[in-house]
């Protein structure tokens, strides 16, 4: 069992910057793979980013890509987003989640993850 918290949302202005921290207990974040989502009002839940156990392998969403870097440090059980260039349509809740399938890598699927936090407002004004 893990219970993660999010920190670190808020406002911003278009082209500002943000970085959100997801905070692990119980069994330790290293255990798992850990993947940032989203969820903008109306749409369906998407996948952000995501990192592997060892930290090697990271992928992200096209649209994020180049902007977002996710990154983790194990001994403080704490896995980042470092959000750059922010863009209006990056508005939504950012939840950080643990892969509980095991498999090697990170995976970009929600059905993957089986311990969520409860999610983190990051809203982007133009």
């Known amino acids: 069992q893990v219970h993660l918290v999010e920190s670190g949302g808020g406002l911003v202005q278009a082209g500002g910057s943000l970085r959100l921290s997801c905070a692990a207990s119980?069994?330790?974040?290293?255990?798992?793979?850990m993947g940032w989502f989203r969820q903008a009002p109306g749409k369906e839940r998407e996948f952000v980013a995501s990192?592997?156990?060892?930290?090697?392998?990271?992928n992200y969403a096209a649209s994020v890509k180049g902007r977002f870097t996710i990154s983790r440090d194990d001994a403080k059980n704490t896995v980042y987003l470092q959000m750059d260039s922010l863009k209006p349509e990056d508005t939504a809740v950012y939840y950080c989640?643990?892969?509980?399938?095991?498999?090697?890598?990170?995976?970009?699927?929600?059905?993957?993850?089986?311990?969520w936090g409860q999610g983190t407002q990051v809203t982007v004004s133009s």
């Open positions: 989640a643990a892969q509980t399938l095991p498999r090697p890598g990170a995976s970009s699927g929600d059905n993957e993850y089986g311990y």
């Open positions: 119980g069994r330790t974040a290293g255990s798992y793979a």
């Open positions: 990192i592997s156990r060892s930290g090697v392998s990271r």
